[in-house]
């Protein structure tokens, strides 16, 4: 990356993705004038009105200008008047399938002052991570139809798992787990745990009672790759129960590796464990850098308050600094994260979904401000 000038993608999308994105990317310009880096901010107008105006979704040609890029800033996609899927699988899986971002990674992590929906659980119950497999399973749209539209009809979606792809998502999980062992050992492993020498934990979370081919496969992979990390404990819940166990004792996760469709479910219940969708970030990440990763809010384009200027746009926020760690800024992205933290700490300015008034300017704004008070080199 050194010596030549970073490109960003901008791709605020539909909906809330423009109020959110718009936020981020005035603190990319602070931050990046403040630590002293340049960047070009490239943007590109895909989604629903896109596609209504000219029936494109992803033009060849522009995908081939987003390969170039360093890294996708993306806000939302998605629109009603648009059919479900188009934009969803044309655009935002398109990207994620033909950049190889097949790591998706959610940090579910609850912020001091921010009131988590489980009583008596607070910051030090909730702070797990989600590498949820990105480029198969369900999502790959393999299957069709036959006798469509009758009564006979048979609908048929097929879940592709490789052994390639679903190992290399569980090595990135080993080596996270083996990252976050430099910030502190699991404070959810036993007595029992420590003396066998773990300090960190992954779990898979899968269906193997059920799925005894797909997970199968799924379960074999994870203990061979386990072998390689004795330091790691190798756990497992099935999902029925992992959803359970998020919400009854999430103390108890540290690092998740699951299927793309598991993943997509569960992050959302983990959205809730830290406040809600305004806050959940994530990274479409391809750990070989071929091409570039992507960084987008868990939250969709929320026709429902798009428009009114209330979205929280703290998950953006807190996605372009997972974007500014991929870039190798990881003292900005840790500034952007201190100035998010302030300002859940200080309690307000918030949005209505943490329960206040304010808009979406003026949490970015807080934001802003309380980077500019950052005195930390
Ligand atoms: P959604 O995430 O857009 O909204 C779910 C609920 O959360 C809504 O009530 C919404 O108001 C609220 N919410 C979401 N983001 C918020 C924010 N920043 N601040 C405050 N509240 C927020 O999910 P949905 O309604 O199921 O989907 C809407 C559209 O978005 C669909 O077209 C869907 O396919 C698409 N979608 C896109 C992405 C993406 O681009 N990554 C992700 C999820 C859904
Ligand atoms: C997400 C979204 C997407 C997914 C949709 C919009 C395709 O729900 O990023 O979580 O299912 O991955
Ligand atoms: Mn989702």
Not at 141 to 170: D, H, L, M
């Amino acid at each position: 990356m050194k010596g030549r000038l970073m490109r960003v993608a901008y791709m605020p999308g539909d909906g809330v993705g423009h109020e959110v994105s718009v936020e981020s990317q005035q603190i990319l310009a602070q931050v990046a004038e403040r630590d002293g880096f340049k960047y070009q901010l490239i943007p590109f107008d895909l989604g629903a009105t896109r596609y209504l105006g000219t029936g494109e979704v992803l033009p060849d040609a522009i995908l081939e200008k987003l390969r170039g890029c360093d890294a996708i800033l993306l806000g939302a996609v998605g629109d009603p008047r648009v059919p479900p899927g188009v934009l969803e699988k044309g655009i935002l899986l398109r990207l994620r399938f033909e950049f190889h971002q097949y790591i998706n990674l959610r940090p579910v992590r609850l912020f001091p002052g921010v009131e988590g929906p489980i009583k008596g659980k607070g910051p030090d119950d909730v702070d797990m991570i989600v590498v949820r497999e990105n480029n198969e399973d369900l999502y790959v749209g393999a299957g069709g139809f036959t006798r469509k539209g009758t009564p006979e009809e048979v609908a048929i979606q097929t879940s592709i798992n490789t052994r390639a792809g679903v190992e290399r998502a569980i090595r990135y999980a080993f080596e996270l787990a083996r990252k976050r062992s430099q910030t502190g050992s699991f404070r959810g492993l036993s007595e029992a745990d420590r003396k066998q020498g773990f300090v960190r934990q992954v779990t898979l979370v899968a269906k193997t009672n059920v799925l005894t081919f797909a997970h199968d496969l799924w379960m074999r992979a994870y203990q061979e790759v386990a072998q390689e990390y004795p330091q790691v404990k190798a756990d497992y819940q099935h999902v029925d129960a992992c959803c359970m166990r998020m919400v009854v004792a999430p103390e108890r996760f540290d690092v998740i590796v699951t299927t793309n469709m598991f993943g997509d479910i569960i992050t959302d219940l983990g959205a809730v464990l830290q406040g809600g969708l305004g806050l959940a970030a994530s990274g479409n990440i391809n750990p070989e850098r071929t091409a570039p990763s992507m960084f987008e809010p868990v939250h969709g384009s929320a026709p429902d308050i798009a428009g009114k200027g209330i979205a929280n746009p703290l998950a953006s926020i807190l996605s372009l600094a997972m974007m500014l760690d991929h870039l190798e800024k990881p003292r900005s992205a840790d500034r952007v994260r201190r100035a998010v933290a302030s300002v859940l700490a200080a309690g307000t300015p918030r949005t209505p979904d943490l329960g206040g008034k304010s808009t979406t300017k003026e949490v970015g704004q807080a934001v802003r401000d309380a980077l500019a008070l950052d005195k930390s080199r």
